[in-house]
């Protein structure tokens, strides 16, 4: 199985920051790597997916990148919506594996 | 629009079985595979299985092998999640999740892009 691990589990920042979330896969999954977001009580949203092509209606200062074992997903400017926790999955293997998330607070 | 309706929250004893339940509309049902994907309190999310709604195949993540099965009703567009010999540790918020597919740099990559409203399962005795 593909175990995928983000760092750091949770982090603090202010409005207008930018913040990077690293995901690390325990084999190379190429570049099938999503990324979601889920507020406080709501559904997972889809941000990004291929590990960079952003899912259409979401604000360009989400980006993602990386390949092989290493991606990071950057949010630029943050606004108040997205403090929220955020997760990359692996649709490498047929077991869509999630990491632990990734929690998102205001300093 | 793409909507996926699932049914209501359920209580259970542990040992019984739960039938989840997710109605799609707005797509054509069976171009999609759909996923479950569940969430306990305050934990991150964990796949749980899939079903290609033309061939009924389906595959389950290895732990849940022999306790759960995914069905679909085409007439209806739903698909049916099954999860027998509950225990306490199964209480979860239970989601279905369409997968969405695109076709770049001559590779196929999959992903979750709707997602239904998530149906609560509590198993307590």
């Known amino acids: 199985d593909i175990q995928m691990t983000q760092s750091p589990s949770s982090v603090s920042a202010s409005v207008g920051d930018s913040v990077t979330i690293t995901c690390r896969a325990s084999q190379t999954i190429e570049t099938y790597l999503n990324w979601y977001q889920q507020r406080p009580g709501q559904v997972p949203k889809l941000l990004i997916y291929a590990a960079s092509t952003l899912q259409s209606g979401v604000p360009s200062r989400f980006s993602g990148s990386g390949s092989g074992t290493d991606f990071t997903l950057t949010i630029s400017s943050l606004q108040p919506e997205d403090f929220a926790v955020y997760y990359c999955?692996?649709?490498?293997?047929?077991?869509?594996?999630f990491g632990q998330g990734t929690r998102l607070e205001i300093k | 629009q793409v909507q996926l309706v699932q049914s209501g929250a359920e209580v259970k004893k542990p040992g019984a079985s739960v039938r989840v339940s997710c109605e799609a509309s707005?797509?054509?049902?069976?171009?999609?595979?759909m996923h479950w994907v569940r969430q306990a309190h305050g934990q991150g999310l964990e796949w749980m299985g899939m079903i290609n709604p033309r061939s009924s195949d389906s595959a389950d993540a290895p732990k849940f092998q022999g306790r759960l099965t995914l069905t679909r009703d085409t007439s209806t567009s739903t698909v049916y999640l099954d999860l027998g010999s509950l225990r306490s540790d199964d209480t979860a918020i239970y989601y279905c999740?369409?997968?969405?597919?695109?076709?770049?740099?001559?590779?196929?990559?999959?992903?979750?892009?709707?997602w239904g409203q998530g149906t609560l399962v509590t198993v307590s005795s």
């Open positions: 707005g797509y054509t049902f069976t171009d999609y595979y």
């Open positions: 999955q692996e649709s490498y293997s047929p077991l869509y594996s």
């Open positions: 999740a369409r997968a969405a597919h695109r076709d770049l740099r001559q590779l196929s990559f999959y992903f979750f892009d709707h």
